[in-house]
């Protein structure tokens, strides 16, 4: 499994955001997805997560109401919108996968991680 993460940049405060995670070499539908991220000298977080057919999503605390977790399942492709992005968004972006049937929010329950896309916002 090949994960690619893309749509990252630098933005300002109360901007928004789309990331997307474009996966290969497996059968999407069979695949928990997730986001995490890392901002400099701290530890990776969950963000996000979704079920194999969008009809569970977890999203962290800190990000509920500003970003949603999607997935096109006819795309292969994993989505993360994120809408009033505040400085302390700032970080790198991963997306991971794991063959499951329950949504997991532990990095270490993560098989295939993509390379990671960097947000920056700025106040």
């Known amino acids: 499994v090949q994960l690619v993460d893309s749509g990252g940049g630098l933005v300002q405060a109360g901007d928004s955001l789309r990331l997307s995670c474009a996966f290969s070499?497996?059968?999407?539908?069979?695949?928990?997805l997730a986001w995490f991220r890392q901002a400099p000298g701290k530890e990776r977080e969950f963000v996000a997560a979704?079920?194999?057919?969008?009809?569970?999503?977890s999203h962290a605390d800190s990000v509920k109401g500003r970003f949603a977790i999607s997935r096109d399942n006819a795309k292969n492709t994993l989505y993360l919108q994120m809408n009033s992005l505040k400085p302390e968004d700032t970080g790198v972006y991963y997306c991971?996968?794991?063959?499951?049937?329950?949504?997991?929010?532990?990095?270490?329950?993560?098989?295939?991680w993509g390379q990671g896309t960097q947000v920056t916002v700025s106040s």
């Open positions: 991971a996968a794991v063959q499951e049937t329950v949504v997991r929010t532990a990095s270490g329950e993560y098989d295939y």
């Open positions: 979704i079920g194999r057919t969008a009809g569970m999503t």
């Open positions: 070499g497996g059968t999407f539908s069979w695949y928990i």
